[in-house]
């Protein structure tokens, strides 16, 4: 992968950034924080230990959470609560909610990882109806 840069942003708008560098992995997460933190059926996270990431706007609006005895964090708007990049410091790695990227990426996800936490209501879900907006 070569180097690339991109933009993203939370909910509101209020808190913009930009990540340089290229990414190593791609994972979808099941783990029951990851779940909680989302409220969705797994987190959608690029990692890397080599991008550099860099507060374009509101930055002052971001906030941290730090699990309490883990090395699970989430980052996110203080405004409207959209999901932003953190930088875990003790293995030097950052961490992209892909959802808050406005830039495409050109890579696909690699693994789902902690499958044995994966809630009981995403299973098949291929075959659920798949609609282009809300159906009426």
């Known amino acids: 992968m070569t180097d690339q840069t991109y933009q993203g942003s939370c909910l509101c708008g209020g808190v913009r950034f930009e990540i340089a560098g290229a990414f190593d992995g791609f994972f979808l997460c099941h783990c029951s924080r990851c779940r909680k933190g989302t409220g969705s059926a797994h987190a959608s996270n690029l990692f890397s230990t080599t991008a550099r990431l860099r507060w374009l706007s509101g930055e002052d609006k ?17 405004d409207c609560g959209g999901a932003l990049p953190r930088v875990q410091p003790t293995v030097n790695r950052l961490i992209v909610p892909a959802g808050s990227l406005d830039s495409p990426v050109d890579i696909r996800p690699n693994a789902h990882i902690f499958c044995a936490s994966r809630a009981n209501w995403d299973d ?5 109806p798949h609609w282009d907006e809300l159906p009426s």
Do not use: I, M, N, W
């Open 62 to 78: 971001q906030k941290t959470y730090q699990v309490p005895g883990a090395r699970h964090s989430k980052c996110f708007c203080t």
């Open 124 to 128: 098949c879900l291929e075959d659920v």
